[in-house]
């Protein structure tokens, strides 16, 4: 199992530029999440999905969409990047029921200048 | 506001010695704690964790020591090593509303040979 994978691994946007951050499980697991991750801030959940067609936000969802149409992919969206989105973004994935292990990808650094 | 605080920001212990790192909650209603590590350009793996029904769970060199009255938990790493150093994440979430991980902002340990 490759378990949870993300592309790009390093990314460069202009101010305004859009682009989708992939993420996809081959775990069969029901949940999927994305955070993003800032010096000394710990790691804040954007959004998550308990299922394939639903979707809910996190704590900082702005700036951000997603979709899940699959159980194995849950791209993120950024639209009109900007310089706070500047960040480390981890993609995670965990089963339904016990044990609640989240399990993540090796991360995605993105910067906007 | 952060939901679940952690401290210290930074430790340096040496080899053999005792790493404690402190976590602190609000939520009543959280009822699962893991812990997570993460070395440096990596994703945070599972660690250890614990549900409110025990005061203490052991792996290994691994501690976690729950006190469900003060709302608080500890991570203890009994002879520390070199290869312990990390960045140490604890998180808290209701199991119920999917998992939404509440994370700590996290303690760089350092393990002095």
């Known amino acids: 199992n490759a378990g949870v994978t993300q592309t790009p691994k390093f990314r460069i946007l202009k101010i305004g530029q859009s682009m989708t951050l992939q993420c996809a499980q081959d775990?069969?697991?029901?949940?999927m999440y994305w955070y993003r991750q800032d010096p000394g801030m710990g790691l804040k959940l954007i959004y998550y999905?308990?299922?394939?067609?639903?979707?809910d936000k996190g704590e900082v969802p702005n700036g951000y969409n997603v979709s899940r149409s699959t159980t194995e992919d849950f791209p993120l969206r950024l639209e009109l990047a900007a310089p706070s989105q500047t960040s480390v973004y981890f993609c995670?994935?965990?089963?339904?029921?016990?044990?609640?292990?989240?399990?993540f990808g090796p991360g995605t650094r993105l910067t906007v200048t | 506001q952060q939901q679940v605080k952690q401290s210290p920001q930074s430790l340096i212990v040496q080899k053999g010695g005792i790493s404690i790192i402190n976590c602190a909650y609000e939520?009543?209603?959280?009822?699962?704690f893991p812990w997570y590590q993460q070395f440096p350009g990596k994703g945070p793996a599972l660690l250890i964790a614990?549900?409110?029904?025990?005061s203490e769970k052991k792996e290994g060199r691994f501690t976690i020591s729950f006190n469900k009255s003060a709302k608080q938990f500890s991570l203890h790493i009994m002879d520390s090593q070199p290869g312990d150093s990390a960045t140490y994440f604890c998180?808290?979430?209701?199991?119920?509303?999917?998992?939404?991980?509440?994370f700590g902002t996290g303690t760089s340990l350092t393990v002095i040979p």
């Open positions: 614990i549900r409110p029904d025990v």
């Open positions: 995670a994935s965990s089963y339904s029921q016990g044990p609640y292990e989240q399990y």
């Open positions: 998180a808290a979430t209701q199991i119920s509303t999917g998992n939404q991980f509440y």
């Open positions: 775990m069969n697991h029901n949940y």
């Open positions: 939520n009543t209603a959280f009822d699962y």
């Open positions: 999905s308990v299922g394939a067609g639903i979707t």
